[in-house]
C-alpha cells in the first residue's frame, strides 16, 4: 500500500488541519512534499511551472504573495493539477490569506485537488514540521512496500487524462528510485528520459559510448560507468515495442536488480496499454512533444531530427467526421505530409488525440494557401474535415491553436457544416458563440434581437439570410445551389431582406452583427449543443 493524502491527515502535525475542500482526492497516493512560495507572483505560473510533471506531490503554501489575488490562485491550482499534484497544504489561513475563496474551493472540489486548511489565524505553526512527518512516512512505506507496478497503477489513475503518458511513468518511476531512466530504441535514440535529481546532467552520451551506440539485447546487471555512476541495463518487449531498453542510472550505489526489472515491466505494460506502436520513433514523437507541452523532450528530438521548431508556421488538423474515417485516417495523415511537402520546406506529421497533425514551414511556392489545401481536399478522403491555422510564431501559439482546435471543433463544425477546410479564425468565432449560449438566456436573446421576428414571418426567407451569410460567403449564386432553386429567387429573397431590415445585407458593420448572430442561433439550434446547455442550467 501507499501513503495517500487521507493517511497525512492522521499524523501529528496536522492533527488540527480539515479538508476544505477536494475531497474526492483524499485516495491519491503521495509521493513527495514541497513548499510553494514565490517573491513575484506574477511570475508564479510562468517561471516555476513551466509545465513539468510533480506527479504525486502535495505542497505547502501560505498563498502569501498571491493572497489578494484569487485568479492567480486558480491558475495555480489548474497547473498544479495538470502536473499531477495532488493538492495543497495552506497554511496561516486568517492571517495573510484572509480566507478560501468560494471560486477557489468549488475548482478544487471540480479537480478532486484537495485543499487541507491549517488551524487558522495560528502563526506559530511550522512547514518543518508537516515536511519531516510527510516524508518520513513516505520512506517508510517505500522500504516495505517494493511491488512498483502495483504502486505505478494505483497512482496513475488518478492523473490527470493529458497527463497519462509514458512520458510521465519514466518520471514517477524516476521520482520513486531516485535515479535517471533513459528509453531508447536499437539505434540508441531516445524515446523518453527523466533525469534525477531534475536539475542533474544527462548521462546520456555517456551511455551511447559505453555501449558503443547500440542498447545491449539482453539485460545486465549493474556496471559501472568511467563516471563511477552505476547503470543497470534491461530491454522493454512486446509486440509492438520489441526495439526499446531501459537503462536506469544512479550517481551513489546499486540499485536493486529486483526494482529495476519491475521499472522496465512496468514501462512495458503502460506502452502496451496505452501506447501502442510508442516504439515506432519519428518525428511524429517531435509533433506530441511540441503539442503536449514539453521543452525539454521538444528540444533534444529536434535536435535529433534536425529540425528547427521555430521555422513551423503553420498548422494543418485532419478531422474525422465519421468512425469510417478514423480507420483511414493514419493512411490521410501520410498522404498530407508527401503532398504538402511539394510546396513547404518542413513538414512534420503523427495523429494526437484522435487527430491527424502536420505542421508546416515556409512555403516553396507562390500558390496561395487555400488553393494547396482545396487540392490536398480534392484527392484526400471527403469524411475528414481539415482546419487550417496559419501565421504562427512560436510553438507556444502552436500549442494554442492545437487546444482551440480541441475546445470548438464541434461548434465550428456545426456553424459551418458546408466548408471542408476550417480557418483558426473560425474557430474562435464559433469560440466566442459558446461562450455566448454558455452566457444564458439574457445574452442569447440580446445578441440574436437583430433577427427577432424573421424567422417567425418567414422561415424560408430566414434559412436564405442563414445560408447567404454563414454557408456561402454572401454568394448569391452559392446560395441558390445549396438550397437547390433558381439564383433569381435568392435575388428576390436577398431583395425581401433589405426591406426587412431597412439596410443591405451585406453592409458593414450590420452585417457582422447579422452574421454572429445567425450563427449563434444555428449553434443553439444544434441538438447535441444546445442539450448540453440546457443541462448545464444556463439556458
Same mark, same amino acid.
Given at each position: 500500500?501507499?501513503?495517500t493524502?487521507e493517511?497525512?491527515?492522521?499524523?501529528?502535525?496536522?492533527?488540527?488541519?480539515?479538508?476544505?475542500?477536494?475531497?474526492?482526492?483524499?485516495?491519491?497516493?503521495?509521493t513527495s512534499?514541497?513548499?510553494?512560495?514565490?517573491?513575484?507572483?506574477?511570475?508564479?505560473n510562468?517561471?516555476?511551472?513551466?509545465?513539468?510533471?510533480?506527479?504525486?506531490?502535495?505542497?505547502?503554501?501560505?498563498f502569501?504573495?498571491?493572497?489578494?489575488?484569487?485568479?492567480?490562485?486558480?491558475?495555480t491550482?489548474r497547473?498544479?493539477?495538470?502536473?499531477g499534484?495532488?493538492g495543497?497544504?495552506?497554511?496561516?489561513?486568517?492571517?495573510?490569506?484572509?480566507?478560501?475563496?468560494?471560486e477557489?474551493?468549488?475548482?478544487?472540489?471540480?479537480?478532486?485537488?484537495v485543499?487541507?486548511c491549517?488551524?487558522k489565524?495560528?502563526?506559530?505553526?511550522?512547514?518543518?514540521?508537516v515536511?519531516?512527518?510527510?516524508?518520513?512516512?513516505?520512506?517508510?512505506e517505500?522500504?516495505?512496500?517494493?511491488?512498483?507496478?502495483?504502486e505505478?497503477?494505483e497512482r496513475?489513475?488518478?492523473?490527470?487524462?493529458s497527463?497519462?503518458?509514458?512520458?510521465?511513468?519514466?518520471?514517477?518511476?524516476?521520482d520513486?528510485?531516485?535515479?535517471?531512466?533513459?528509453?531508447v530504441?536499437?539505434?540508441?535514440?531516445p524515446?523518453?528520459?527523466?533525469?534525477?535529481p531534475q536539475?542533474g546532467e544527462s548521462?546520456?552520451?555517456?551511455?551511447?559510448q559505453f555501449?558503443?551506440?547500440?542498447?545491449?539485447?539482453?539485460?545486465k546487471?549493474?556496471?559501472?560507468?568511467?563516471?563511477?555512476?552505476?547503470?543497470?541495463?534491461?530491454?522493454v518487449?512486446?509486440a509492438?515495442?520489441a526495439?526499446?531498453?531501459l537503462?536506469?542510472?544512479?550517481?551513489d550505489?546499486k540499485?536493486?536488480?529486483?526494482?529495476?526489472?519491475?521499472?522496465?515491466?512496468?514501462?512495458?505494460?503502460?506502452i502496451?496499454?496505452?501506447s501502442r506502436?510508442?516504439?515506432?520513433?519519428?518525428?511524429g514523437?517531435?509533433l506530441?512533444a511540441?503539442l503536449?507541452?514539453?521543452?525539454?523532450?521538444?528540444?533534444?528530438?529536434?535536435?535529433?531530427?534536425?529540425?528547427?521548431?521555430?521555422?513551423?508556421?503553420h498548422?494543418?488538423?485532419?478531422?474525422?467526421?465519421?468512425?469510417k474515417?478514423e480507420?483511414?485516417?493514419?493512411?490521410?495523415?501520410?498522404?498530407?505530409?508527401?503532398?504538402l511537402?511539394?510546396y513547404?520546406?518542413?513538414?512534420?506529421?503523427?495523429?494526437?488525440?484522435?487527430?491527424?497533425?502536420v505542421?508546416? =514551414?515556409?512555403e516553396?511556392t $507562390?500558390m496561395?494557401?487555400?488553393?494547396? &489545401? *482545396?487540392?490536398?481536399? /480534392? @484527392?484526400?478522403? !471527403?469524411?475528414?474535415?481539415?482546419?487550417?491555422?496559419p501565421?504562427?510564431?512560436?510553438?507556444?501559439q502552436?500549442?494554442?491553436a492545437?487546444?482551440?482546435?480541441?475546445?470548438?471543433?464541434?461548434e465550428?463544425?456545426?456553424?459551418?457544416?458546408?466548408?471542408?477546410?476550417?480557418?483558426?479564425?473560425?474557430?474562435?468565432?464559433?469560440?466566442a458563440c459558446?461562450?455566448?449560449?454558455?452566457?444564458?438566456? =439574457?445574452?442569447i436573446?440580446? $445578441?440574436?434581437?437583430?433577427?427577432?421576428? &424573421? *424567422?417567425?414571418?418567414? /422561415? @424560408?426567407?430566414? !434559412?436564405?439570410?442563414?445560408?447567404?451569410?454563414?454557408?456561402?460567403?454572401?454568394?448569391?449564386?452559392?446560395?441558390?445551389?445549396?438550397?437547390y432553386?433558381?439564383?433569381?429567387t435568392?435575388?428576390?429573397?436577398?431583395?425581401?431582406?433589405?426591406?426587412f431590415?431597412?439596410?443591405?445585407?451585406?453592409?458593414?458593420?450590420?452585417?457582422?452583427?447579422?452574421?454572429?448572430?445567425?450563427?449563434?442561433?444555428?449553434?443553439?439550434?444544434?441538438a447535441s449543443l444546445s442539450?448540453?446547455?440546457?443541462?448545464?442550467?444556463?439556458?
Amino acid at each position: 500500500m501507499s501513503v495517500t493524502v487521507e493517511d497525512l491527515l492522521k499524523l501529528p502535525s496536522l492533527g488540527g488541519a480539515r479538508v476544505a475542500a477536494g475531497k474526492s482526492g483524499l485516495k491519491k497516493v503521495v509521493t513527495s512534499i514541497s513548499v510553494l512560495e514565490y517573491a513575484n507572483p506574477q511570475m508564479l505560473n510562468d517561471d516555476l511551472f513551466p509545465g513539468d510533471f510533480y506527479g504525486g506531490e502535495i505542497a505547502i503554501t501560505g498563498f502569501i504573495n498571491a493572497r489578494e489575488d484569487v485568479p492567480l490562485q486558480l491558475a495555480t491550482i489548474r497547473r498544479l493539477y495538470e502536473g499531477g499534484e495532488v493538492g495543497l497544504i495552506l497554511y496561516y489561513v486568517g492571517i495573510f490569506l484572509k480566507d478560501i475563496a468560494p471560486e477557489v474551493a468549488a475548482l478544487a472540489d471540480e479537480l478532486g485537488f484537495v485543499l487541507i486548511c491549517m488551524p487558522k489565524n495560528r502563526m506559530d505553526l511550522r512547514y518543518s514540521e508537516v515536511i519531516t512527518e510527510v516524508m518520513h512516512a513516505i520512506i517508510s512505506e517505500q522500504k516495505r512496500d517494493t511491488y512498483l507496478v502495483g504502486e505505478m497503477l494505483e497512482r496513475f489513475g488518478y492523473l490527470p487524462e493529458s497527463q497519462r503518458t509514458v512520458e510521465s511513468v519514466v518520471r514517477m518511476l524516476s521520482d520513486r528510485l531516485r535515479c535517471s531512466l533513459f528509453l531508447v530504441d536499437s539505434r540508441f535514440r531516445p524515446v523518453n528520459l527523466a533525469v534525477w535529481p531534475q536539475a542533474g546532467e544527462s548521462s546520456m552520451e555517456e551511455l551511447e559510448q559505453f555501449y558503443g551506440g547500440e542498447a545491449p539485447g539482453a539485460s545486465k546487471e549493474m556496471e559501472r560507468l568511467p563516471s563511477g555512476r552505476w547503470v543497470f541495463c534491461v530491454p522493454v518487449k512486446d509486440a509492438d515495442n520489441a526495439g526499446l531498453t531501459l537503462f536506469l542510472v544512479r550517481e551513489d550505489k546499486k540499485l536493486h536488480a529486483q526494482l529495476c526489472l519491475q521499472a522496465a515491466e512496468a514501462v512495458r505494460l503502460f506502452i502496451g496499454v496505452w501506447s501502442r506502436g510508442y516504439g515506432n520513433v519519428g518525428t511524429g514523437e517531435l509533433l506530441k512533444a511540441i503539442l503536449n507541452d514539453e521543452p525539454v523532450k521538444m528540444r533534444r528530438l529536434a535536435e535529433i531530427f534536425r529540425i528547427d521548431v521555430k521555422s513551423i508556421h503553420h498548422m494543418l488538423l485532419l478531422l474525422p467526421r465519421k468512425k469510417k474515417a478514423e480507420r483511414n485516417l493514419e493512411k490521410e495523415v501520410r498522404h498530407a505530409s508527401t503532398f504538402l511537402e511539394q510546396y513547404y520546406d518542413i513538414c512534420i506529421a503523427g495523429i494526437h488525440q484522435g487527430m491527424g497533425v502536420v505542421f508546416t =514551414g515556409q512555403e516553396r511556392t $507562390k500558390m496561395e494557401q487555400e488553393q494547396i &489545401l *482545396e487540392a490536398f481536399y /480534392e @484527392e484526400g478522403d !471527403k469524411e475528414i474535415r481539415l482546419i487550417s491555422c496559419p501565421g504562427l510564431e512560436n510553438t507556444a501559439q502552436v500549442r494554442s491553436a492545437f487546444l482551440l482546435c480541441t475546445e470548438y471543433a464541434e461548434e465550428a463544425g456545426c456553424i459551418f457544416p458546408c466548408r471542408h477546410i476550417l480557418t483558426g479564425s473560425e474557430l474562435e468565432f464559433a469560440g466566442a458563440c459558446r461562450q455566448i449560449l454558455d452566457a444564458g438566456e =439574457g445574452a442569447i436573446l440580446e $445578441k440574436t434581437a437583430c433577427l427577432k421576428g &424573421l *424567422e417567425e414571418q418567414d /422561415e @424560408e426567407l430566414y !434559412k436564405t439570410l442563414e445560408t447567404f451569410l454563414l454557408d456561402a460567403d454572401s454568394n448569391i449564386a452559392r446560395t441558390a445551389d445549396l438550397l437547390y432553386v433558381h439564383k433569381n429567387t435568392i435575388k428576390y429573397r436577398v431583395g425581401k431582406l433589405h426591406e426587412f431590415f431597412r439596410f443591405r445585407i451585406q453592409k458593414m458593420p450590420e452585417a457582422g452583427r447579422l452574421y454572429e448572430a445567425a450563427a449563434v442561433l444555428r449553434l443553439f439550434r444544434d441538438a447535441s449543443l444546445s442539450k448540453r446547455t440546457k443541462e448545464s442550467g444556463e439556458v
